[in-house]
Structures are given as C-alpha cells and as structure tokens.
C-alpha cells in the first residue's frame, strides 16, 4: 500500500509525490512539481522529506525509477542515489539511508 502527500506553501500546491514499499526498500513511485517552481530547491525538500520517511520506517534503501533524459536524474545523483539496473530507456536508481 502506498501514500501520497500533496505540498502546500501559502495554501498553493505546488507538488505532489507518492511513496510505497517494495522489496524491502521505500519507493518513490510518482513525483510531481509544478513546471514554474522547478529547479528552486523543492525537489530537494521532498527527497529529503521521503529519506526521513524511510529511516521511520526502519527501511534501509530507497528506490525510485527514472528516464535516462529526464533532467530530474541530476537531483537524485545529486542527493546520493546511483544506478542499480539499466532498464532501457530508463534506469533503477537507489540510495542507502
């Protein structure tokens, strides 16, 4: 089963991810930032937010699945994850917590 949480600041939503379990890892199944607010640290937030999630749930890795041309690849190298499998056009990607 999974989650989702929608981000507000100034009662505007400006974001939206969803989080579940799988193999034994917290997933980062779905993530959402409205296009006139990227690049300005939101993505960070809610990746570091998702990392707190995980260590509460006694999770040791979190996952996520991304295209290889999607420029929010940078930010999840940029906050530790690495390549696990190649999956064609896009890549598993992981990060020990």
């Not at 929608?6 to 505007?12: C, E, G, T």
Request: hydrophobic share 30%.
């Amino acid at each position: 089963m999974g989650r989702g949480e929608i981000i507000l600041k100034n009662n505007r939503r400006f974001g939206y991810y969803s989080t579940k379990v799988k193999d034994n890892c917290y997933y980062r199944d779905n993530i959402q930032i409205s296009s006139a607010l990227q690049g300005k640290g939101i993505g960070t937030y809610i990746m570091n937010k998702i990392e707190k999630e995980a260590k509460q749930l006694k999770k040791h890795c979190i996952q996520l699945t991304v295209f290889k041309d999607n420029p929010a690849k940078r930010l999840y190298e940029k906050t530790g994850f690495s390549i696990i499998e190649n999956k064609g056009g896009s890549v598993l990607m992981e990060k020990k917590v």
